[in-house]
């Protein structure tokens, strides 16, 4: 998307990256849906322009956002089908992520992935909803499907796990906690006492694209100091269990391998 609106604006990619990086700071998300619409060399360029305006003058580094989207958005391996499984043997399956009701239904939404799912909480966010309201998606979703953790409570905090766990009526000792983060998210199921698996595979990342991360991240210089204190902390809390797909969790709670 910073290619082709570098070229359309015929401004830098260092500069767009940093006006990116400013928004998702102004918003606390690295993932503000249309960030592109606020960007100061988009104003600039196209000057006073209505939001729906503004897209479909955006719609070539629009077009290129969203097809690499389509071709990179997918299961892990074996999730599916062990959704699936837990689904139909009667296990409670709830959702806690750290990105907004937009992006997280929005994905959802795409891999099919809403029926195994009784409660998704997800973080507070800000989004003025999508420019085009003929293009706005509608789901069906059961009553109170989505709740909403507000911005103040975050990962490692290990009263979010319990306050979910007594929501949802379900003692923490009968509980999993599934993660990918040895800093964030093992650290506060184990200070939660909730046995805890360490989803290996979500580490896997190919490291090319961090700087660019960095770049437009909404992280500040104090919360990326603040995480290297996380795992310098919490360097001794190993997980319970560690899975490299996972299918490997059938066998952790009890169901063997189907």
Not at 185 to 199: G, H, N, R, S, Y
Not at 209 to 228: A, F, G, K, V
């Amino acid at each position: 998307m910073i290619i082709e609106l570098s070229s359309l604006l015929n401004v830098n990619e260092e500069q767009l990256a940093a006006e990116f990086k400013e928004v998702h700071q102004r918003y606390g998300c690295t993932e503000q849906p249309f960030a592109i619409l606020e960007l100061p060399s988009v104003k600039k360029h196209f000057g006073y322009l209505s939001r729906l305006e503004l897209m479909r003058k955006l719609d070539r580094p629009l077009y290129a956002f969203n097809s690499t989207r389509k071709k990179n958005l997918k299961l892990y391996d074996t999730v599916q089908p062990t959704l699936e499984v837990l689904k139909n043997s009667g296990i409670k399956i709830i959702g806690y992520t750290e990105s907004n009701m937009e992006n997280s239904l929005f994905r959802l939404f795409k891999l099919d992935l809403i029926k195994y799912f009784d409660q998704i909480y997800v973080l507070e966010g800000c989004y003025p909803g999508h420019p085009d309201s003929a293009k706005k998606y509608d789901l069906i979703l059961p009553n109170e499907f989505i709740k909403i953790v507000p911005k103040t409570k975050r990962k490692p905090d290990p009263y979010l796990l319990l306050d979910i766990c007594h929501c949802e009526t379900i003692p923490k000792e009968n509980s999993f906690y599934v993660g990918d983060s040895l800093t964030r998210d093992i650290p506060m199921a184990k200070l939660a006492e909730i046995t805890t698996v360490w989803a290996r595979y979500g580490t896997r990342l190919d490291t090319a694209y961090w700087p660019l991360l960095l770049s437009i991240s909404h992280w500040t210089t104090e919360e990326i100091l603040r995480e290297d204190e996380l795992k310098k902390k919490y360097i001794q809390l190993q997980p319970d269990y560690s899975i490299d797909t996972f299918s490997d969790i059938l066998p952790i709670i009890g169901l063997g391998i189907t």
